[in-house]
């Protein structure tokens, strides 16, 4: 069983849509971060947190530390949203980094 | 963005051929990685270093090997290439500085070994 999973794997919606993605992790974390990457393209730091949550325009990023829970979530959802959004959890035992296999995300104009 | 960079960003090459990456950040950070991503998979590490000439393996290091001679360089060598090291390398950087956990990502260089 992977440390970090999310879910789902695949999400198609219509634009305009209310978009959640979900991350759970089994061991201690000291922080947890979610990256975008668009297809054939770079991977791009969204949003870092150990506790809250953090909000930049449409995108909101939750993280529950007792539950052992982070959502990303997307209002307001647009076709230039489309992408492979991953997360990655910074563990607490020994600071690496576990990545989650990423959810495909395709908006529908 | 981070001042990461990759060279080259596309190759193919030959089993059997050696074959150098080349990660050149300008942030000044202590902390370079070096992953592979493939479909099913997600970013796997392959090598990671904790400074000048200190590096470490990750979970997929067979067949790979990582040299760190400034700061601002880490780069990463297929000994003898394989078609199972087809994939897109992704270099990042780390401080760890003032609490900082952030990585951030190079542009990525797509291998193809034929």
């Known amino acids: 069983k992977n440390e970090v999973e999310q879910s789902p794997q695949n999400l198609t919606a219509q634009e305009g849509e209310f978009i959640t993605i979900n991350c759970s992790y089994s061991?201690?974390?000291?922080?947890l971060h979610w990256l975008q990457q668009h297809p054939g393209g770079g991977i791009v730091s969204l949003f870092m947190?150990?506790?809250g949550k953090k909000k930049h325009g449409r995108l909101i990023a939750t993280i529950n530390i007792q539950e052992k829970h982070s959502s990303l979530h997307i209002t307001a959802s647009h076709p230039r949203d489309s992408a492979v959004y991953i997360c990655a959890a910074l563990m607490n035992r020994d600071d690496k980094i576990i990545f989650g296999k990423g959810t495909r995300l395709h908006i529908l104009p | 963005d981070a001042g990461i960079t990759q060279s080259p960003r596309h190759k193919v090459t030959e089993t059997g051929t050696p074959v150098t990456l080349r990660c050149h950040q300008t942030?000044?950070?202590?902390?370079m990685y070096w992953y592979r991503q493939d479909p099913g998979h997600g970013l796997r590490l392959i090598h990671y270093s904790y400074g000048v000439k200190d590096t470490d393996k990750g979970e997929v290091s067979d067949g790979y090997s990582v040299s760190r001679s400034k700061t601002e360089d880490f780069l990463l060598t297929l000994e003898s290439a394989t078609s199972s090291q087809t994939s897109v390398y992704f270099c990042?950087?780390?401080?760890?500085?003032?609490?900082?956990?952030?990585?951030?990502f190079g542009p990525g260089t797509r291998l193809t070994v034929t």
């Open positions: 061991v201690g974390i000291s922080a």
């Open positions: 990042a950087i780390r401080d760890r500085g003032r609490g900082s956990h952030e990585q951030y």
């Open positions: 942030e000044n950070h202590r902390y």
């Open positions: 947190l150990s506790s």
